[in-house]
């Protein structure tokens, strides 16, 4: 099997991990708080994380934070505080209130919150088709909030008002834009190669502890982990997310990336929120409505536009 098959079935595995892990957080996020499943999670995939960064890396856990430059370990866990702490914070209460579909529509917003971020902070270009890309994508997702349909039904699910599901995801996807943005300084922030891993590591770590610094006047933590643990309703969908989400994800798309070229690879791995429609209305026999697919696509196409303006 050629390299180039190989990485497009990693993509489409990759995808269909993403899925599950949308319904996933989407279960838990809907049986508690966003910040406390967000916590959970955190801690849980900083475990996982770490072990696979060890074994990639064939070294001893405090080494992962004491090799890199300090400017570097700086950068990435910016990086984290912004793209996971609050930026996964802000869409798993999305997803709370306006379900799997409707949420992961705001994903394609991210590209574009990247490209902004990249013109400010790494002296990136905005070229006439990146700002054609942009205006698509977001025209998509604001056909998708004008939806009177889905207001209704986001209204009657009862879980908060539409508005504010679309205020947090709209901001989640631009915490987890500006995080990605964030990890490529840190790329550059040393000219020794950092594995994905070993970058996924320190971006946890620093997520993982900025999110129990934040809630521990607030929040009795050890309480809480043990009572989201013991409840298998809520911890089940959680580890399943991880293992779907930061550990097996991950894997999959950086061997995508390692077999095709990454503008091919980012386009399939943007059909997330493609997947997540399908499914939504073949499984869970969720009704899609004509003007909500055609917000999907739309942002989708401007989304594509976004990957390919450099990519020849």
């Not at 809907?30 to 406390?36: C, E, F, G, V």
């Not at 990136?124 to 939806?147: C, P, Q």
């Not at 190669?193 to 999110?211: D, E, G, K, P, Q």
């Amino acid at each position: 099997m050629s390299d180039s098959t190989l990485g497009l079935l990693a993509c489409c595995c990759t995808v269909l991990l993403w899925t599950i892990g949308t319904y996933a957080f989407t279960s838990s996020a809907r049986k508690a708080a966003a910040t406390t499943v967000n916590r959970v999670r955190l801690l849980y995939a900083l475990v996982g994380m770490t072990l696979i960064a060890c074994v990639v890396e064939q070294c001893m856990p405090w080494d992962l934070l004491l090799r890199p430059p300090l400017a570097q370990v700086g950068w990435f866990a910016v990086s984290g505080l912004i793209g996971f702490t609050i930026g996964d914070s802000l869409f798993f209460h999305a997803f709370k209130i306006l379900g799997s579909r409707r949420a992961t529509v705001f994903t394609c917003f991210a590209p574009a919150a990247s490209l902004l971020s990249g013109i400010l902070l790494l002296d990136e270009h905005l070229s006439a088709l990146g700002v054609l890309g942009m205006a698509i994508s977001i025209g998509g997702i604001l056909l998708l909030t004008l939806s009177k349909d889905e207001q209704q039904e986001v209204h009657d699910d009862g879980h908060g008002r539409f508005s504010v599901g679309v205020i947090v995801a709209a901001a989640g996807a631009a915490c987890q834009g500006l995080g990605l943005v964030l990890s490529r300084k840190g790329f550059a922030a040393s000219p020794v190669a950092m594995s994905a891993f070993h970058a996924t590591f320190l971006r946890l770590l620093a997520a993982t502890v900025s999110a129990y610094l934040s809630g521990l006047r607030r929040v009795p933590l050890w309480q809480e982990l043990k009572r989201i643990s013991a409840d298998r309703k809520i911890v089940a969908p959680i580890l399943l997310g991880v293992l779907v989400g930061p550990i097996l994800g991950v894997s999959s798309s950086l061997y995508a990336v390692s077999k095709i070229e990454a503008s091919i690879a980012q386009t399939i791995l943007a059909l997330t929120p493609v997947s997540v429609t399908l499914s939504s209305a073949m499984i869970f026999r969720e009704r899609v409505r004509p003007l909500s697919a055609l917000a999907v696509a739309i942002s989708l196409a401007g989304v594509f536009l976004l990957v390919w303006k450099d990519a020849h």
